[in-house]
Nanobody
Framework: VQLQASGGGLVQVGGSLRLSCAASGTTSSYSIAWFRQAPGKEREFVAAIRWTGYTSYADSVKGRLTISRDNVENMVYLRMNSLKSEDTAVYYC??????????????????WGQGTQVTVSS
């Protein structure tokens, strides 16, 4: 499984971005997640979606970020609205056979993309 994240950029506080994650290989039964890592901080869970469509979000992004997937095109998206300066980070997509109770755990995802930078400026 290979993953390619894209769509990052520079946006002002309150703005929007849509990140994309292109997956190659057999990922239709996998869970796909977005994690992020800010400078000097640990990588943290943002959102995940199971192959069933079940979604999970970190509390800090609920109501502002929306994860979705297109199993036909092997794409996963992260729509980011009402962006805050604290959303600034490198965003990574990851794939694995995570079950519902482990969607937010780094170790549930053995496959990672290269990351895309999101910078939210005031």
């Amino acid at each position: 499984v290979q993953l390619q994240a894209s769509g990052g950029g520079l946006v002002q506080v309150g703005g929007s971005l849509r990140l994309s994650c292109a997956a190659s290989g057999t990922t239709s039964s996998y869970s796909i997640a977005w994690f992020r890592q800010a400078p000097g901080k640990e990588r943290e869970f943002v959102a995940a979606i199971r192959w069933t469509g079940y979604t999970s979000y970190a509390d800090s992004v609920k109501g502002r970020l929306t994860i979705s997937r297109d199993n036909v095109e092997n794409m996963v998206y992260l729509r980011m609205n009402s962006l805050k300066s604290e959303d600034t980070a490198v965003y990574y997509c990851a794939a694995g056979r995570a079950i519902t109770s482990s969607l937010g755990r780094l170790e549930s995802y053995p496959n990672w993309g290269q990351g895309t930078q999101v910078t939210v400026s005031s």
